[in-house]
């Protein structure tokens, strides 16, 4: 009893997490890196469902006529599967928790419609291996297609209660914010590089800022547009041979391939005599076939990195 017990959970969670780690080299090779990639919705949705799907094909009947069954076991192979890939440094914690939630909802789907064809029991055999070929056959039409750069914004915003020559002084130069006045909870939760400092070398167009992070990453800015004590333009630039290879994921590296910040602006509103409103927003430009998800979290990670930004301004200026 005990050893068809182990032979069944082998075959529900083991072969369909060996699918997944199989899955991952192939689309992690360099040599066909242009047709199979892992920043892909071939891959990133499609492993995900087929493990739901083949978890649920390899279990019992019984199991698979609870609804509950087929939504959650798809999970413990996902989990394994995460478990592997930080062990061997395939990727790094920060894509794993971005794309965690999409992976769960897609590996619950497979779980679901592998349910329905394994009750149907009529050619489930034929099902599945279109299921297990499947990754392969939408990725060509996938590369056909192409990603669609889009660019987005980040819009961000804080009262402080102090003059403008104060606030603005602490606009134009950022000096160092010891750890403990680090409030981005999100880019701390993701193991992402922390603002230090930012640095202006004169007032007016052309001015050149550097905004220093922690890890060696370093933002090159230029300052396009300027009114004193009003706005503050300014274009970023990452330059992703600058930054060490253990800073950030291959995926989510500034500059790289699939993200990239464009510009910054600062704007101070007047409210009323002794309250202003400190604007900061950003452009980044995303470049993959899953814009539509990765912009959700892109925006996150930008709005927590400014709002942590204008937190220090406002103790600064506000003199707390």
Not at 208 to 215: D, L, P, V
Request: hydrophobic share 50%.
């Amino acid at each position: 009893m005990k050893r068809t017990a182990l032979k069944n959970l082998m075959l529900v969670i083991g072969i369909p997490s060996m699918y997944a780690v199989l899955l991952r080299l192939f689309f992690g090779v360099d040599t066909w890196s242009n047709l199979f990639k892992v920043m892909s919705i071939s891959f990133l949705f499609c492993l995900p469902f087929i493990v739901g799907a083949l978890a649920v094909f390899f279990s019992n009947p019984e199991k698979v006529r609870k609804l509950s069954y087929r939504f959650f076991v798809p999970w413990i192979p996902i989990f394994l599967f995460f478990i592997l890939t930080l062990s061997f440094a395939w990727e790094g914690w920060a894509c794993w928790i971005m794309v965690l939630p999409l992976f769960l909802i897609a590996a619950s789907l497979g779980g679901l419609i592998g349910g329905y064809f394994k009750l149907r029991k009529k050619d489930n055999n034929v099902y599945f291996s279109f299921l297990v070929l499947m990754p392969f056959l939408i990725a060509p039409v996938e590369n056909m297609i192409g990603a669609v750069p889009g660019t987005y914004e980040a819009y961000t915003c804080i009262n402080i209660n102090a003059s403008a020559d104060k606030i603005w002084d602490n606009v134009t130069q950022v000096k160092e914010i010891p750890r403990q006045q680090d409030k981005g909870w999100l880019t701390r939760f993701l193991g992402f590089p922390r603002p230090v400092k930012a640095e202006l070398n004169y007032l007016g167009v052309g001015a050149y800022r550097k905004a220093m992070f922690t890890n060696g990453l370093v933002f090159h800015e230029t300052v396009t547009e300027y009114t004193h004590k009003k706005k503050m333009v300014f274009t970023i630039k990452a330059k992703p041979h600058e930054i060490p290879s253990t800073t950030m994921d291959q995926h989510v590296v500034i500059g790289g391939d699939y993200f990239d910040v464009l510009n910054g602006t600062y704007e101070l509103e007047q409210l009323n005599d002794h309250t202003y409103r400190l604007h900061l927003y950003s452009h980044f430009k995303l470049h993959t076939t899953f814009n539509f998800y990765a912009s959700w979290w892109a925006k996150w990670i930008m709005m927590d990195i400014q709002n942590n930004i204008l937190q220090v301004e406002k103790r600064r200026a506000e003199g707390i």
